[in-house]
Structure formats: structure tokens, C-alpha cells
């Protein structure tokens, strides 16, 4: 695994001093935007929310990044400038992602690509998932008393961390897929590092709630004042031992991350924690990215294409899709009680085959009928109009070939999005993630540590039968992550679109996807859109919204209604092709800090 090739520089490079004056005066524009509602006590969600800021949304000609922060936004949107492709804008927004917002994603995670490759008109998926180490067993998270150990007690120190994958997906992706040389995508980030950015208000707030993350010493030197209070929003924080991890990749590669002392450090600081990891250097030496073949269905005449197993999102979005397909969303519009009635219905179907059936595809059979058209209609039979099934069962799709048990794990929400389109008609969407908010609360060279392996089952089996996403040696856990390209009639890009939110991810694309295609909403008011939906429980609607008004009657027809903060984080692009050529229009989702660039 090396780092991407030298082609020739294209286009006019920017110098540092004037990226950070730019990148400057776009965090000065985040912090004056009206945060409503922050509330230390919003706490609830793993990645706790922290209100709403308006957002103007954007329309563009050539090329453009959406992602949830204004620096890596343009940092992003600088490669483009210089005559980078989709990928080096991801590169180097999510280089940016991790300095800036550290709980969400970066180096210590892990990610999922999508990408449309012009050249071939062919829609590539990338799997760079964390990994199990050698050494892990099924039982790994249950405790002396024969019990699955406390969310918390999973995930906090070395027991849940698994080998980061985001660094080698980076690399193979540039590799494949860049125009700009590896060294130049890391300029912006170093910069902000060695120089400091302004400690944003989503951080600040995150930090005042977090309750773990001054356990680890590294953490709490590099978060929070001598006073033990988070930095305030505002205050310039540098971090040399990131800038010095992004030298290091950046002159020798993936290999001098996966191989060598970063490795080294990685390990030796997860097995002396409390709750030790069996992490080893041969495991990051292991690691491998792998193409795997997306998944594409289709919906109203478009294509919609998101990733394979191990992540749920892209099956499950297309069978939440297909399962809406035949009522008439378009007449009855949005925030309105028969839209919520069937989106939460075919959510619940959904569910439920996804937590029997999906996990690593290395280790599990996948039945080849989940998208079967007629299994779709015979599970849609089941949504009545006027009663709702309340828990749905998981089906039997055609190629089912062995007996498993559901599996209900807790996902949670430490996850970033970014959409990119560039000139040359490529785009990509990429989710990328630590797991939890600030991960396993473990920092090493200037990044947080994913807790990624609590996303496998705590419980190996249930009733006799094994549980898919189980812990095995190797294996990656399974996710909910569903970045996804959406093509028009001509297989061209016609949506870019993702969002973190941990296992509701599924419900945010899916929405979004509703939102543009029979709503005939903007991106913005995609994003805006109050969020909704069920995960094989509750009927779920979005606080302090609309949707409110609808419990009432969402109850009559039986459902159980919660009223929770359900914080997505969509950053969605859109092709509007008009008289005058192509054209993109893009949103950013309001419960985050993001933005749109583009021209």
C-alpha cells in the first residue's frame, strides 16, 4: 500500500497563507450562524445533537464539495480548483475532518466510497471497514457473569478497536481514481494543524457533553484548558503530533501508517489500556481495501446505487425504496401522515431482514434474493394502509441457506459525510467514521481511535442458531453507512448523497432520496426536512418539528411513537441540467455545521 502517483500538477497551486485566510474567514462565517436550541443536556444521541444553524444551500456549474465543516469543505473545494478529481477533493476534505472534527472520523477509522468513474461510465464501491485483529473471539464482549458487557464498558479503551481502514482507502482511491500528487491533498491540513483552527461550536458543545474523554490523558492535554473546560469556541488549537502523522503519510504513503512505529504507537497505547486490546502489528501489516461490486436498484426509472456488505445501507435503502415504490408519495407529499405511515413500514421490513441477514460477506452467505423483485412484493403485501404492523419479521429471500438469528446492535453515530462532484464528471460519496462519539476515547499522534468492533453483536448466538454479524478473527463488523449515487436515464449522476446517524443512516438516505426524486424538493429542503422513520421499532420522529402534529394520528393506526433528536448529517449534490448546460445544486444539512462550494 503506497501512496497515490506523481502526475504533473494541474492548474495553479494555492499557498498555504492564503488556503488559511480563506479557510479562515469561512469558520468566522460558521460561528456567527444561529445555533438554536444548544443544550449541554442533548446528550441522548451517541453523537449528541447540537441544534440547527439555516443554511442557503448552493448552485454550481462545474464541480463542488459538501461536507460538515467549512474548512474541509474548502479544502476540498481548493483541490478542484487546482485541477483535482472527486477523489483528491475527499482526500483532502477528510484529512481536513479529522483535525477539525475529531469526534465524527480521521485517521484512526474507518470509510466507505461510491464513486462514478467517467472515463468507463462504471459505478465503483470501496470498502475500507476497520477489522477484527487475529486474536478476537466471539465472546469478546461478554462479561465474567456470562452477560453482554454495558455499551460503555465495550467501548471505551482498547477492547473495541479495531484495525483503522480510512488511511489504505485513501491511498488505493488516489491511486485509482487522483490527479493531483499524493503530497499536494495534505497541504490544507497541515497547515491548519501546525498553524490552528478555530474550535468550532458542534466540538466545543460535544466536549462540555462527553464524559469519557479525559480518562485518557492524551486527550485531555489536547481537548480541554489546564481548568478542565473544553477549549472555547473560537480558540485556535493546534495540533503538531497530527501534522506530523499527515508528514508521515504523506511522504511514505499508507505503508508508514500500516507498517513501522505509527503502527507501533497504535498498538502498544490499545493494550496498555484498562480494557485492553489483543491488537498486533501483523494485523495492520494485514490490512487490505477491498473493490467490491455496488449495489444498484432501480426506483421511479432512475438507478440508485449505494454500498455492498459489510455495510447494510446500500441494500437496505433500495429495499426501503422499493417497498414505497408502489404507493403515491408524490400526491401526498411530505409531513404528511400517510407518507410517515409507509416510510416507517417498509423501514420495518427492511430492518428486519437487515439485522438477520447482513454482515461481512467474507464470513457470511449473503442470499442473492434481497433485492429480488418478487420477494420485495410479497414483503409490501404487509403494509396496510390503516394499521401498522408494529414489528416487522425478517422474510426468507431467495438463496436463504442458512439458519440465523437477529442481531440487535447498537450502531452509534461518530460519522462524517462528504459529497463531491468534479469537473471531469466523476463524483463520489464517502462515509467515514470512528463509530462512536470520539471513538474508544484513546488518542495516539494526534487522532482518536475508533471503537469500531461494538458494532459487531455482543452475543455470538441466540435460540441455538449463530448471529451473522458475530465476532470472528479478520472479519469487518457490519454498518449502516449508505453513501450513494443516484443515475438518471443515460447512466449519468443525477444525486450524491450520505449522512452519519449511526443505524438510521438508512432511514436519512432513504429520505432524502424520497425527498428529491417525489417531492421534487431542493437538496436544501431535503436536508431540512424533518427526519423520520422506524428501525424495526418505534415509529421515530424528529423533536422540536412538524412531525410532532402527527403522533396523534400515527398512534390511531397503532403505532408507538418516539419523539427523540434524530440527528442526521445529509450533505446531498444534485444535477439540474437546464438550457444552459449542466448544473448541480447542493445542501448541507442544518443540524450540522456544514457547507457547499462550488462554481
Same mark, same amino acid.
Given at each position: ?29 460558521? =460561528?456567527?450562524?444561529? *445555533?438554536? #436550541?444548544?443544550? %449541554? /443536556?442533548?446528550?441522548? &444521541?451517541? $453523537? !449528541? ?8 444551500? =448552493?448552485?454550481?456549474? *462545474?464541480? #463542488?464539495?459538501? %461536507? /460538515?465543516?467549512?474548512? &474541509?469543505? $474548502? !479544502? ?24 477539525? $472534527? ?498
Amino acid at each position: 500500500m503506497t501512496g497515490g502517483h506523481t502526475s504533473a500538477r494541474l492548474g495553479r497551486r494555492t499557498p498555504n497563507t492564503n488556503i488559511l485566510r480563506r479557510l479562515a474567514a469561512l469558520t468566522l462565517l460558521a =460561528l456567527c450562524s444561529t *445555533h438554536a #436550541g444548544l443544550s %449541554a /443536556a442533548q446528550n441522548q &444521541a451517541p $453523537e !449528541a445533537a447540537t441544534g440547527r444553524s439555516a443554511k442557503q444551500g =448552493l448552485s454550481f456549474r *462545474h464541480q #463542488g464539495v459538501a %461536507a /460538515a465543516n467549512p474548512l &474541509a469543505v $474548502e !479544502a476540498g473545494y481548493a483541490m478542484l480548483r487546482q485541477g483535482g478529481s472527486a477523489i483528491d477533493a475527499a482526500i483532502a476534505t477528510q484529512l481536513v475532518l479529522g483535525l477539525v $472534527e475529531p469526534q465524527s472520523s480521521g485517521l484512526g477509522g474507518g470509510a466507505f466510497i461510491v464513486l462514478h468513474d467517467a472515463k468507463t461510465g462504471r459505478t465503483r464501491s470501496y470498502d475500507g471497514r476497520e477489522t477484527a485483529p487475529a486474536a478476537a473471539k466471539p465472546e469478546r464482549f461478554i462479561g465474567s457473569d456470562g452477560l453482554p458487557l454495558k455499551f460503555y464498558d465495550a467501548v471505551v479503551g482498547g477492547r473495541a478497536v479495531g484495525v483503522p481502514g480510512t488511511v489504505a482507502l485513501l491511498a488505493e482511491t488516489h491511486r485509482k481514481h487522483g490527479r493531483l500528487p499524493w503530497r499536494q491533498l495534505f497541504e490544507p491540513a497541515v497547515a491548519l494543524a501546525e498553524q490552528g483552527f478555530p474550535v468550532s461550536p458542534r466540538l466545543n458543545m460535544q466536549l462540555k457533553g462527553e464524559r469519557f474523554l479525559k480518562l485518557d490523558p492524551a486527550s485531555r492535554a489536547y481537548f480541554y484548558a489546564p481548568d478542565g473546560e473544553p477549549w472555547p469556541v473560537g480558540y485556535a488549537l493546534k495540533n503538531p503530533e497530527y501534522a506530523a502523522t499527515l508528514k508521515a503519510i504523506r511522504d511514505g504513503g499508507a505503508k508508514a501508517f500500516y507498517e513501522g512505529d505509527i503502527a507501533a504507537d497504535i498498538v502498544r497505547v490499545a493494550r496498555a489500556q484498562a480494557s485492553a486490546s489483543d491488537l498486533t502489528e501483523a494485523d495492520f501489516s494485514a490490512y487490505r481495501v477491498f473493490e467490491r461490486d455496488p449495489v444498484c436498484a432501480p426506483y421511479r426509472g432512475l438507478r440508485v446505487c449505494g454500498m455492498p456488505p459489510p455495510s447494510s445501507g446500500g441494500i437496505a435503502v433500495a429495499q426501503i425504496l422499493s417497498l414505497v415504490e408502489r404507493f403515491p408519495l408524490a400526491a401526498w407529499g411530505p409531513n404528511a401522515p400517510d407518507s410517515l405511515h409507509v416510510f416507517a413500514e417498509a423501514g420495518r421490513l427492511a430492518f428486519a431482514d437487515r439485522n438477520r441477514y447482513l454482515a461481512d460477506p467474507d464470513f457470511v452467505a449473503i442470499p442473492r434474493g434481497m433485492l429480488d423483485a418478487a420477494y420485495l412484493k410479497l414483503r409490501g403485501s404487509q403494509i396496510d394502509l390503516s394499521r401498522s404492523m408494529k414489528r416487522a419479521e425478517a422474510g426468507t429471500p431467495p438463496g436463504s441457506k442458512v439458519a440465523l438469528a437477529p442481531d440487535a446492535t447498537i450502531e452509534a453515530s461518530g460519522t462524517s459525510h462528504i459529497s463531491v462532484v468534479d469537473r471531469y464528471g466523476n463524483a463520489v460519496a464517502m462515509t467515514t467514521t470512528i463509530e462512536d462519539q470520539f471513538g474508544a476515547r484513546v488518542m495516539v499522534r494526534g487522532f482518536l481511535l475508533n471503537n469500531e468492533l461494538t458494532d459487531f453483536s455482543f452475543v455470538p448466538q441466540e435460540g441455538g442458531q449463530p448471529v451473522a454479524n458475530r465476532i470472528e478473527a479478520g472479519k469487518r463488523p457490519r454498518s449502516s453507512i449508505a453513501p450513494t449515487i443516484v443515475y438518471d436515464r443515460h447512466n449519468k449522476p443525477l444525486i450524491v448523497t450520505g449522512s452519519p446517524g449511526g443505524s438510521a443512516i438508512i432511514n436519512y438516505v432513504a429520505k432524502s432520496i424520497v425527498a428529491l426524486v417525489d417531492w421534487g424538493l431542493t437538496p436544501q429542503q431535503a436536508a431540512d426536512l424533518p427526519n423520520f422513520g422506524s428501525r424495526n421499532g418505534p415509529t421515530e420522529i424528529e423533536r422540536g418539528t412538524a412531525l410532532e402534529a402527527l403522533k396523534p394520528e400515527l398512534e390511531r393506526r397503532g403505532h408507538t411513537v418516539s419523539v427523540i433528536d434524530f440527528t442526521s448529517g445529509l450533505h446531498i449534490l444534485q444535477r439540474t441540467d437546464g438550457r444552459t448546460g449542466r448544473q448541480w445544486r447542493g445542501g448541507a444539512d442544518p443540524r450540522r455545521e456544514g457547507i457547499v462550494l462550488g462554481d
